[in-house]
């Protein structure tokens, strides 16, 4: 009893209806997880020289895709959850019963952002960087989504900070983790609660990519590598504690093979990006660019430092200069 004092209970339902229309907290979670990622990349992009609004010009383009690949992903490395014998195919679109994979947000939601990057004439290293603490604090508010679901989690502990796990049934009696709801909180197992642990170690790698751009004023996308760096480590072992079902190759986790060679990937980009000098002037890359509704300062400026144009008024000012010039003026 005493044991059961000091753990963790798990909330009894992961979902409420208002009328017909259900409310997810998986759901609600990622959508407070995304307005937090812009609303931090827009004020770290503004600081870096960005203009206000670019960055919710660009997520227009990174979230779609990332939910996309997010989802993707999980499909393809957990497909024998929605395939094969007595399974619903269909129930692979079904993205609000949970199930986004990391890997592949992150890709297809580079993919996204590198467009509209492109379509604003922003270097995509310079956006990742303004992005990055954002996207894994992102991160850390969707495990509370794991969290409501009573999903991501790791084998059984006596510890006090072990989450306790409740049988969840639906109106009509049958068992439903996800839709259903603990009418006894006897917990039927109290166990490792890996989702908390990665929240946490989420908020730490945020804290230090934030001191470390502040230190070393880091760019070129080294911010960002230095986040997925210190997420995959974190993942890496977390993974190794998980005990849901998971797609497994030579017996070990995927995931666990996915961090590995992505953390060493960004590791060996985060030191050859160290040759390309400091932190980028983002709004001198500017100047070279168009972009809609804004001056192009660079371009402009060069055009007034043009002596001719084509009506010849700044001809003659240069011709009026140039006769006033000392060496213009004969001796009397």
Partial sequence: ???????????????????????????????????????WGERRWVERGGIKGEVTDIAVWAVPFGLVGGRLYHVITDNQKYFGPGKN????????????????????????????????????????????????????????????????YGGDTTLPWGLEIYRRVTPEGREDALAGIAIDHTPIQVVHPTFL??????????????????????????VFALYVAGYTAGRFWIELMRTDEATLILGTRVNVFVSALVFFGAIAYFVIARSRG???????????????????VAAEEAAEDKSVTEDGSEGDVAEKDKKNSPESVKPE
């Fill in 278 to 296: 400091e932190r980028e002037d983002v709004a001198a890359l500017r100047g070279t660019t168009e972009v809609p509704g804004e001056p192009q």
């Fill in 197 to 222: 642990y990665e929240l946490l170690w989420n908020l730490g790698v945020a804290l230090l990519i934030v001191w470390a751009d502040r230190k070393f004023r880091l760019g070129h996308g080294r």
């Fill in 89 to 152: 195919p269909l129930a692979a679109l079904e993205i609000w019963n949970g199930g986004l994979g990391i890997w592949g947000a992150i890709a297809l939601g580079a993919v996204g952002a590198w467009i509209g990057c492109r379509r604003k004439g922003i270097p995509l290293p310079a956006m990742a960087d303004a992005l990055a603490p954002g996207i894994v604090v992102a991160q850390a508010i969707g495990r509370l989504g794991n969290y409501f679901n009573q999903e991501l």
């Fill in 1 to 39: 009893m005493d044991a059961l004092l000091a753990t963790i209970p798990s909330p009894d339902r992961g979902v409420w209806y208002l009328g017909p229309l259900p409310l997810r907290a998986y759901a609600l979670c990622i959508i407070a997880g995304i307005i937090v990622a812009i609303w």
